[in-house]
Each structure stands twice: as C-alpha cells, then as structure tokens.
C-alpha cells in the first residue's frame, strides 16, 4: 500500500511496481462494500476495470494510466482544482490504495480497512496478475443511498482518460452493492447506512451461479454447490483443482461402469453425479474467487468433453463383461459423433451471428416473447438435453438398466434435441436480415479444418459468393460419402472415390468467404461426413478391435476440433496452419481411412491397427500443440459465462 499526494507521486509509485504487475488505485473517502472492491480491483480478466472511487490496471494498460494520471493532473492545474492525487501501487502483497494529503487508506491481503473517511468497505486482495479474495462475474454501478451527495473523485477521472485513450475499462454490475465517494459526514453516514443494509456475502455466493443454465444443474446442484465452492475458496482450493477432481472421479466413474457388474454400475452412476458437481463447483469457485487464468479455461473446456467421452467407453467396456457380453461400441461412438456434431452446431451458429449487422429475425423475436412465460424457457432448455440433464439421465439409466438401453435413451434424446436446435437455427437463419462480418467467415473457415486438398480445389474454383453453395456442396459431400461408404460396404474402393469426391466438394465450399445465411452449416457437416465414415467402416469391418480403435480415433480428431473452438472463443485463433496441413484436415483423413479399409481389408488386424497408429500420431500431435499454447501462450483469461448449456 502506497499513498500519493499529486499526479507527481502516483507516477513515481507507478515507476517503482514491476512490468508485469497490476496496480490499483482506490480514493481513501471510498465507501462500500468489501465485494464492490473485489470486483474492481482482483477480476484479471480486463486490461482495466472500475467502480465509483477504485481503478485496477493490468500491465498492457500502465502506459496509457501513466498518461492519465500526467492528462487529468494538467487538467486540474488548468481548472484550478485542488485535493490531492490518488496513489498508486504495486498488486503484490496488498491492494495499493489512494488518496488526497493526509488520508491513507490500509488495505491488506484478506482485511477490511476502515478509516475516517471510509466507512467499511476497502478490502481485498491483488497479488501479481491475481487476486486473493474473489469474486462472481456479474456486478455494476450501484444507485447510491438516497440523498447522498457524490464527492469528485481523481479516480474516477483517471478511469474516464482510459476510456478516452482507448483502453476498455470493464465496469462491473454492483446491482445492490454500494461503491461510493461521499461528499461530507452527512453522505457518508447514508451510504455506511446502505452498505449495512446488503449482506454482500449474499450477493457473492448468489452470483457465483451461472445467470442461465439447465433446470437440473439450477435446482438440483447449485442450491448446495454454490457452498462447497465456498468451502473450497475459504480452504485455498484453486479451480483448476477442483475441475482435475471432477475428471478423476469421472474417470473413476467409467472404471466402475467398465467392470459389468450392477454394483460398479450403481458406483459409476452415483460417482458420475458427483463428478458433475464438482463440475458446477469449479466455475462457481472461479465465480466466487476471481480466479480466472488462461490454462483453467483450457481444462474446463475441454475436461467436460473428456470425462463424457470417457464414460462412454466405460459403458462399452462394461457391457463386453457383463454377462453374456454386449458389443455397443457403435452406440458409444455413435453417442460420441452425434454429440460432438451437435456441438459444432451450437459453436458455428454462434461464432457466425455474434458480431452480424442488422441482425433481426421473427424467429428470434418469437423466441424472445417465449422467455416471457417462465415455464417455457425451463421447457426448451429441457428439450435441448443440456449437461446436466443429460448427464442426470446417464447416470440413473447406468444404475437400473444396461448399457445398451442407456445408449439407445441416450441417442434417441440427442437425436431429437438435434432436430429441434438445427431447425430452429436454420428458420433464424433463412428468416434473419444479417451482414456477416468478416471476423465471422474467418472463424468458419478456421471451424471447417480444411486440410491441403481442400485448400488446393479452392484455390482453383470460383472464388465468387453465393448465397447457398457452401452448405449445398458440404452436404452433397457429407451425402456421398456417407452414403457411397454405407452402401458399398468394407473394403471396396468405392468410398475412396466417394472420399475424393467428398475433397473436392469441400474445397468449393470453403472457396470463398463463409458469410452466407447458412454457411454455419459447414463445419457441423464436415464432422459429420469425417466421423460417419470413421463409424461405418468400423462396424462394417467386423474385425475385433475396430470399433475401439475407431472411438479412439475419432476422440483424438474431437479434441482437436474442440480445442480449435475455444481458441477462437478466446479470441486467440486457430491452431497453426501447419498443425493442419499435417494432420491432414477433414477431407484429408477421411480420404486415409477409405483407403486404409480399401488395401487392408484382407489382413486380419490391418485396419484396426492402422486406425490404432492414425489415432496415437494425430492425439499426439494435437495434444503437444494444445498443451504448449494454452499453458505459455500469453492467451487471455476467459470462462464461458454464457450459460449456455453445453
């Protein structure tokens, strides 16, 4: 904690905290609660972030708050204002606070300050590019106490120059908490009134629970998760641990489920609830805490994903041991390809209207005047199959029945949730007035994983817009390989040609800019043609090990697309084109995997072997690059706060 009397003093402070610290300034007069300067001081999400009487500065903005602080100090000169400067920092150790002469505020790691000038309410913790004490994700400016006279505050002057340089100052929604500069005795004595009157504890734990999520994980878990996420904060327990917990025990779930015995497959449902817990836990504790990095958006992406997927093995395995034996290999990977697939629609419709101009539909506006009726926004999120739902609906079927009712329920709920998401997607899409952006075609193109063939025929053919083609030519390509493959059976050479074909379709489509009202569709169609044609020559092939093998594969190539959809979220881009190219893009596998069931159709393991080696090579390599970028990277804190259920 430092304290500065002018302009002058803030900027030697500044001087003296290291490059890639943050700093805070806080006015000592602040009044309000502990949690208002939580959410201010600590989020490391935002180059900048303020409430009334307090400014947090990431290092990629200390340049522009040291010509803020130089701007608004000639400013003052200029205009005759008197009163002191707000000081400056370092975020190691305590959070830097400010003031006029002779007011200094004392904040340390985990206490609250109380001064003469501030009646409870500077608290916190920063640390270097971290935060101690923590935080929900949604807060923002408060309505202060009746009658209560504002103080000109330097601090907040300082965060309207930001604004004015450019830098993005994140205000955070106080909704009933106070942050406030009072004037006099009279006005400071309303607002410690009001800070009394809201238990910002409340309002904490209330706020770390996603504003929209499934009716399952709302009423069923957060009730008491939201108090383990507590339990965990108050204990040091970091989110990235907490998610690592939830993927073993969804690991140990799958084992218990893998042995084929009704106990182990109680043990695997009950454990498989529990993992999802701890699921809602982790984003809760990150809500609760401000503990958002870089590698926790990373494992809480893709975490879900893998412990589902691996369940889904369990189930299969289990099922090989139960008695009599039960081969569903083709339901898991079915389950696995159609979930996977219904995530690249959810991902690709969003990455193309996020941004979109003129952006209006009578769909949407209907969908709009739906969430006006309570019960028909609980409805539809039911109908979608969200994770919590879906994961509920696993675990008890893992329970009472077999593996394979489970997978047929599982499929059969998937399927129609499906139908109902793309086709109210595409009524938006074909009723909507949109201007796609740029950004947004360039997003699809980095969604679609088009390899070198694809690249080399779009290259070739007409690069001129049209409203419709790309999709017509996915789905012409998805429909002849698929269906030369399904028709033609295990080792013939016609799903090669089909697979060709299928390349150069999907070199047309992706020839130029994806910014048609449909073009969303590419994506979900290329995955769709890549692991339908992984799925049908395995389980035509009736060779043992094929279908696993085959799983295998396809979990390796769902990864990388996986973590190409939160780069982009991040905002960090693909994966190298490099990367790409060499694991041959969409159309490129697809084309190897023909092939490979083609020459090796008469050896007995050849093609399961080759789908082995294929599945270990790509694994690898995508797992090395995803590991490198998202633990050294430098990529932005993120965490999906849409509530959107996945």
């Excluded at 984003?283 to 494992?299: C, D, F, I, K, P």
Aim: hydrophobic letters at 50%; aromatic letters at 6%.
């Amino acid at each position: 904690m430092r304290t500065a009397t002018d302009a002058a003093a803030v900027t030697a402070e500044l001087t003296t905290v290291p490059a890639h610290e943050r700093v805070a300034l806080v006015d000592p007069r602040f009044v309000g609660h502990v949690h208002a300067l939580r959410l201010a001081l600590t989020d490391p999400r935002f180059p900048a972030a303020a409430v009334r009487g307090a400014l947090s500065v990431q290092p990629e903005a200390r340049t522009a708050l040291v010509r803020a602080v130089t701007a608004t100090a000639a400013t003052a000169r200029t205009l005759g204002q008197g009163g002191g400067a707000p000081a400056a920092a370092p975020g190691t150790g305590a959070v830097p606070a400010v003031g006029n002469p002779g007011q200094a505020v004392r904040v340390g790691a985990t206490e609250a300050a109380e001064t003469d000038a501030s009646a409870r309410g500077a608290a916190g913790a920063a640390t270097a590019g971290a935060v101690g004490t923590a935080a929900p994700d949604r807060v923002a400016d408060a309505p202060t106490a009746d009658g209560v006279t504002a103080a000109h505050s330097r601090v907040d002057d300082l965060a309207a120059a930001l604004d004015a340089e450019g830098v993005t100052v994140h205000r955070p929604e106080l909704g009933v908490l106070v942050a406030d500069v009072p004037a006099d005795a009279e006005a400071r004595a309303a607002a410690r009134d009001a800070v009394a009157a809201v238990d910002d504890e409340r309002v904490r734990l209330r706020s770390a629970v996603k504003a929209r999520d499934g009716f399952f994980t709302t009423y069923c878990i957060s009730p008491y998760s939201r108090y383990i996420a507590r339990w965990c904060a108050r204990r040091g327990l970091t989110p990235n641990q907490v998610t690592t917990a939830s993927l073993l025990t969804a690991l140990i779930a799958a084992a218990c489920a893998a042995t084929g015995t009704r106990p182990g497959f109680v043990s695997a449902g009950v454990l498989l609830i529990a993992s999802f817990v701890l699921d809602c836990t982790d984003g809760q504790l990150a809500r609760y805490s401000l503990q958002y990095s870089t590698l926790g958006a990373w494992l809480d992406a893709t975490f879900d994903r893998a412990k589902e997927y691996a369940y889904y093995a369990g189930l299969a395995l289990g099922a090989a041991r139960a008695g009599g034996g039960d081969d569903v290999w083709a339901l898991a990977l079915g389950a696995m390809v159609l979930q996977t697939c219904r995530h690249v629609v959810d991902f690709a419709f969003n990455e193309a209207n996020h941004d979109a101009t003129a952006n209006t539909s009578p769909t949407a506006a209907l969908s709009g005047r739906l969430d006006s009726v309570g019960w028909t926004v609980w409805l539809r999120r039911m109908i979608v199959l969200p994770i919590g739902e879906r994961w509920a609906m696993i675990a008890v079927l893992t329970a009472v029945t077999t593996p394979r009712i489970t997978f047929y329920v599982l499929l059969i709920g998937c399927a129609l949730a499906a139908c109902y998401t793309t086709a109210g997607r595409v009524l938006r899409s074909l009723t909507r007035r949109a201007k796609r952006t740029d950004r947004a075609a360039h997003a699809l193109a980095e969604l679609a994983d088009s390899g070198p063939l694809a690249e080399l025929v779009a290259k070739a053919a007409p690069r001129k817009a049209s409203s419709y083609l790309a999709p017509l030519s996915a789905a012409l390509g998805a429909a002849a390989v698929l269906a030369g493959t399904a028709a033609a059976g295990f080792g013939s050479w016609v799903p090669v040609g089909c697979a060709v074909l299928y390349a150069v379709l999907a070199g047309v489509a992706v020839a130029a800019p994806l910014k048609g009202p449909l073009d969303w569709l590419v994506p979900p169609l290329f995955r769709a043609a890549e692991y339908g044609t992984i799925l049908i020559l395995a389980a035509y092939a009736e060779v043992n090990g094929a279908l696993p093998a085959a799983f295998g594969l396809v979990a390796a190539v769902a990864y990388h697309h996986y973590d190409t959809v939160y780069r982009i979220r991040g905002g960090t881009g693909a994966p190298p084109r490099r990367l790409v190219r060499a694991i041959g893009g969409h159309e490129g596998r697809t084309v190897v995997v023909t092939a490979a069931a083609a020459l090796l159709h008469h050896q007995n393991q050849g093609f399961t072997i080759a789908l082995t080696a294929l599945a270990a090579v790509l694994a690898l390599a995508v797992l090395i690059e995803s590991i490198r970028f998202w633990v050294s990277s430098g990529a932005p804190a993120v965490h999906d706060e849409t509530g959107e259920p996945a």
